[in-house]
C-alpha cells in the first residue's frame, strides 16, 4: 500500500497547481462558507464559478467571524467537483491542531492551502474568544514545507505518509513599510510560498512598484487583489476601515454619479482586471456576497471561460499577456 495516498470524498484534479505550473493567467475567487449549517448558498456560488476561475478560495474566520470550517465547506465544494484554496489561519489552533487539519487535508484531498496569521479577534462577532497565535503565516508555510517532506514540527517522522499540499500565502503591496514589505515577501518565499494573493488592489501604481522592485524574478505568480465595490458609501467605508487601502476619489465619484452603482462597480473592478493583467500573472476576486457577479467581471474584462479559452486559444493570448515572472 502507498503510504502517501490520499481518499479522497470526490475526485478533483489539480488544475490550480497545473495552471501555475504552466504559466496560465490565473483566476481566482473567494467564497465566505456558511454562518450555519447550511451549505447550499456556498454551492450555489461556486457552481456559478466553476469554469470561470481555476480555484475557489474558502475563508477561515475571516475578520474573525466565526463560520464553518473552511475544511468541511472545502470538502462540500469539492463534492461538486470544484477545487478549492483551503485558507487556514494561525488564530485559532496551536501547532498540534494546524498539523491535524494539513493532514485531514491531505486525506481528503485538498491540496491548495493559503497559510495566514490570521485576523484579530477584537474584530470579529467574539471578541472575548481566546486567541492562540503560537505560529505565524510563515511559520505556518515553514510547517507545510516540513509535512510535505514527511516529517512534523518536531522533526519526527510522518510514519504514514507524507503531505503534497501546495501553500500559498497573503500579500500587501500597499503596506506603508516597504522595507518590511520585501523583508516579509522574501520570508514566505523562503519558507515555500508556491504563489501570492494580494489584499485588495486601490493603488495600481504601487503594485507595478511592488513588482518590478520586489517580486521581479521570484518565479511565483503574483495574484492582485480585486475587490467589487457596491457603493460610493461601500468605498468610503473601505477607506475609513482597511488599514492601508485608500480607494481614489476619482473611482468613489464614479460610484456617487451612476445611475446602477453596482453595475459601475462591475465595469470599475472590469477595468482593475485589464490593468493587472498588464503587470501580474493573476487576479483574486473578492465580490463578498455578491459572488454571482464574478463571471460579468470577467467578461467585460476579456477572461474567456476556462473550457473556452482551451478550445479557441485564448490560452496562448493569456500566455502572451501575462507578466513574466
Known amino acids: 500500500m502507498n503510504l502517501s495516498q490520499s481518499f479522497p470524498i470526490s475526485p478533483c484534479a489539480p488544475n490550480f497547481r497545473t495552471a501555475v505550473q504552466t504559466g496560465d493567467f490565473l483566476v481566482t475567487a473567494e467564497v465566505m462558507p456558511p454562518k450555519g449549517g447550511n451549505p447550499a448558498h456556498m454551492i450555489e456560488m461556486g457552481k456559478l464559478l466553476n469554469g470561470r476561475v481555476h480555484a475557489v478560495n474558502i475563508t477561515d474566520g475571516s475578520r474573525a467571524v466565526m463560520r464553518m470550517s473552511s475544511l468541511a465547506a472545502s470538502v462540500i465544494l469539492m463534492q461538486q467537483g470544484i477545487e478549492p484554496i483551503c485558507q487556514m489561519a494561525c488564530r485559532d489552533r496551536n501547532r498540534i491542531a494546524l498539523q491535524a487539519d494539513l493532514l485531514g487535508a491531505q486525506a481528503l484531498g485538498i491540496r491548495n492551502i493559503l497559510a495566514l496569521t490570521g485576523d484579530p479577534i477584537k474584530a470579529g462577532d467574539h471578541a472575548d474568544a481566546r486567541a492562540v497565535f503560537e505560529l505565524e503565516s510563515v511559520r505556518l508555510l515553514r510547517l ?7 516529517s512534523d514540527s518536531n522533526d519526527k517522522p510522518l510514519t504514514d505518509g507524507a503531505t503534497d499540499l501546495f501553500a500559498g500565502a497573503a500579500i500587501d503591496p500597499q503596506c506603508q513599510s516597504w522595507s518590511g514589505l520585501q523583508r516579509r515577501f522574501d520570508r514566505k518565499l523562503a519558507s515555500g510560498a508556491q ?45 475609513r476601515n482597511v488599514p492601508g487601502v485608500q480607494i481614489p476619489q476619482h473611482i468613489i465619484d464614479r460610484l456617487e454619479a451612476a445611475a446602477d452603482p453596482l453595475q459601475e462597480g462591475v465595469a470599475i473592478a472590469a477595468e482593475q482586471v485589464q490593468r493587472a493583467r498588464e503587470l501580474c500573472q493573476g487576479v483574486h476576486i473578492m465580490a463578498i456576497r455578491r459572488e454571482d457577479l464574478i ?15 482551451l478550445d479557441t486559444g485564448e490560452k496562448t493570448a493569456n500566455l502572451l499577456h501575462k507578466a513574466p515572472l
Open 144 to 150: 507545510i514545507d516540513k509535512l510535505n517532506q514527511g
Open 195 to 239: 504563489f501570492f494573493q494580494s489584499q485588495l488592489i486601490s493603488d495600481f501604481d504601487r503594485l507595478e512598484k511592488f513588482m518590478d522592485q520586489i517580486a521581479i524574478g521570484c518565479n511565483k505568480p503574483i495574484l492582485a487583489g480585486i475587490f467589487l465595490l457596491k457603493s460610493a458609501k461601500n468605498a468610503q467605508f473601505i477607506n
Open 295 to 309: 463571471p460579468q467581471i470577467l467578461d467585460q474584462a476579456g477572461i474567456a471561460p476556462l473550457d473556452s479559452a
